[in-house]
């Protein structure tokens, strides 16, 4: 009997923790903020930030949010996380990506207060995750690692392969699942697009991680029985509904299902844990810079 884990009762349980210690760090004075930038006009952005800002309201945390034009200059964005970075009230910070082409993506990612970075991009934040001292995990791969203790899948001694590479995603994913400790100490294989072999790799894992972005790249003949495949990928495909497209994953879902014992499915899947994971890192910022003790 295959397992669909519902994302969205895990993100829950993760927001009342937030909730729970946003009044702790109330009692105390205390309010977490939140400071989103948007310097984009790309609809898919323009959402995730309103979700996020939400997700704030609904959990006790202060959002502000800035947009800035994206025809203005790299130097009006500096200056805006230059200010972020001196607010008091602000405890955490998140640059939407992509910013435009004539922004260096590095130096708004170095830019940011590390103590701030609550997406864990900086390099002194990336460099902390590789030696095993993490400050804030990355949202999208903290989310995967809250999934399976969820469902009470161990990482430890297993074959877990990874499919993409990138800073955000795949990177930090197989970092987290080699880490010494809970949640990781599993064997762990990287896939990219020049990989050769694929479904040989992906056939061995226990755990599959899938975020290529290639809409339903993973079919039922790529996985292995019983493995536990988790879809991060979220692609919007052509569709005759109102909007004129439908998210869907990396996974084929219904070709995976029978094989795979536990899956996550798109949408309701790995998307709620990383905004979960963007409050938990939120909080754990102001518990940080007020020296106010929460549990996380
Ligand atoms: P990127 O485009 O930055 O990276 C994709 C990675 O997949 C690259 O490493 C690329 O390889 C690899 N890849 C592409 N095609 C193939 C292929 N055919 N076979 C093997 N590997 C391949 O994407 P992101 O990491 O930012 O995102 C991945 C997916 O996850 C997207 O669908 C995105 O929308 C989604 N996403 C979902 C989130 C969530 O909350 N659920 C959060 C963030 C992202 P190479 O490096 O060689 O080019």
Do not use: W
């Not at 979220?234 to 569709?239: D, L």
């Amino acid at each position: 009997m295959t397992t669909i884990i519902d994302g969205n009762e895990i993100a829950d349980r993760i927001r009342a923790e937030v909730s729970a210690c946003t009044e702790t760090l109330a009692a105390s004075d205390v309010r977490p903020g939140l400071a989103t930038v948007l310097m984009s006009d790309d609809g898919a952005s323009e959402t995730y930030v309103s979700m996020k800002q939400q997700a704030c309201e609904e959990t006790g945390i202060d959002g502000f949010h800035h947009e800035i034009d994206p025809d203005e200059p790299a130097a009006v964005l500096y200056d805006r996380i230059d200010e972020l970075n001196a607010d008091p009230t602000v405890h955490g910070i998140l640059v939407q990506m992509p910013v435009p082409d004539h922004v260096d993506k590095r130096e708004v990612l170095a830019r940011i207060d590390p103590r701030k970075d609550v997406d864990g991009f900086h390099p002194e934040n990336v460099g902390r995750l590789v030696a095993g001292n993490a400050r804030f995990k990355p949202c999208t791969p903290h989310g995967v690692q809250k999934i399976l203790a969820a469902e009470g899948i161990e990482t430890e001694g297993k074959d877990a392969v990874v499919v993409g590479r990138s800073d955000i995603v795949g990177k930090p994913m197989a970092n987290l699942l080699v880490q010494y400790g809970e949640g990781g100490n599993a064997t762990t294989t990287v896939c990219h697009s020049r990989t050769r072999n694929l479904a040989e790799k992906t056939r061995n894992a226990d755990i599959l991680v899938a975020a290529a972005g290639v809409p339903e790249m993973i079919d039922g003949d790529m996985i292995q029985e019983g493995a536990t495949v988790i879809d991060v990928g979220i692609n919007r495909v052509e569709a005759d509904t109102e909007k004129g497209y439908e998210l869907v994953g990396d996974v084929d879902f219904e070709s995976c299902r029978e094989t795979a014992g536990a899956i996550t499915p798109v949408p309701g899947g790995v998307g709620p844990l990383t905004i979960a994971m963007l409050l938990y890192n939120t909080v754990k910022a102001a518990s940080h810079q007020s020296g106010v003790a929460v549990e996380l």
